[in-house]
């Protein structure tokens, strides 16, 4: 089975910078589109940004210019970098990846999450 666990998420002061990453892990065969996507507590989930498999990307105009996402394609990993950190960037951040892997086929996964908590 297919697995995405997202890491790095942790409490911050505001103007700080955390890395999270995304690990995939299983029968994985190749990872078309990387997403992270983030959920503040009584808000939906909301994009934040997507890579491609040909490296284009995209960007919540809320986060353009601070937040950078990158993607290993060999270990099956992304990466969101998180600069000049807001308090409104408080959430739990989840990736997802569209992929094809062993046995399922082209399908989507989502991670289960990682806590960021910037403080003012």
């Known amino acids: 089975q297919v697995r995405l666990v997202e890491y790095g998420g942790e409490m911050v002061e505001a103007g700080e910078s955390l890395r999270l990453s995304c690990v995939g892990s299983?029968?994985?065969?190749?990872?078309?589109?990387w997403g992270w996507y983030r959920q503040a507590p009584g808000n939906q989930r909301e994009l934040v940004a997507t890579i491609t498999s040909g490296g284009s990307t995209d960007y919540a105009h809320s986060v353009k210019d601070r937040f950078t996402v990158t993607r290993e394609n060999a270990n099956y990993t992304s990466y969101l970098q998180l600069n000049n950190l807001k308090p409104e960037d408080t959430g739990r951040y989840f990736c997802?990846?569209?992929?094809?892997?062993?046995?399922?086929?082209?399908?989507?996964?989502w991670g289960r999450g990682t806590l960021v908590t910037v403080s003012s």
């Open positions: 997802n990846a569209n992929l094809w892997s062993q046995g399922q086929g082209y399908h989507e996964v």
């Open positions: 299983g029968m994985i065969l190749s990872i078309d589109r």
